[in-house]
């Protein structure tokens, strides 16, 4: 059974940073590209950050350019996205995702498994 399991959400303020973590079990992680998405209450849920099974090539929102950096460790199993110079518009559910190689980092479609989801919260 595959599970993505994300942790590091929470409250803070402009200009604030924070770290999140996904921990993946059940799958052979290093097979897979993996993906940050986020879903602000009433919009649609949007890509973030992705990055391949190498760790090598990244991707990256036009909005978190220069602020948000996604690593990946195959070693842990585990895919991180670190938050700088948040803003109030960052405020959102963060999901962590998996998809298996090939195809478009972009699209929700792609991704096979996902996490529960992490509460980010950025007050003014």
């Known amino acids: 059974q595959v599970q993505l399991v994300e942790a590091g959400g929470g409250l803070v303020q402009a200009g604030g940073s924070l770290r999140l973590s996904c921990a993946a079990s059940g799958l052979t992680f290093g097979s897979y590209d993996m993906g940050w998405f986020r879903q602000a209450p009433g919009k649609e849920r949007e890509i973030v950050a992705a990055?391949?099974?190498?760790?090598?090539?990244?991707y990256y929102a036009d909005s978190v350019k220069g602020r948000f950096l996604i690593s990946r460790d195959n070693a842990k199993n585990s895919v991180y996205l670190q938050m700088n110079s948040l803003k109030p518009g960052d405020t959102a559910v963060y999901y962590c995702?998996?998809?298996?190689?090939?195809?478009?980092?972009?699209?929700?479609?792609?991704?096979?498994?996902w996490g529960q989801g992490t509460q980010v919260t950025v007050s003014s």
């Open positions: 995702a998996g998809k298996r190689l090939g195809g478009s980092y972009y699209h929700l479609t792609e991704y096979d498994y």
């Open positions: 990055i391949d099974w190498s760790g090598v090539n990244r």
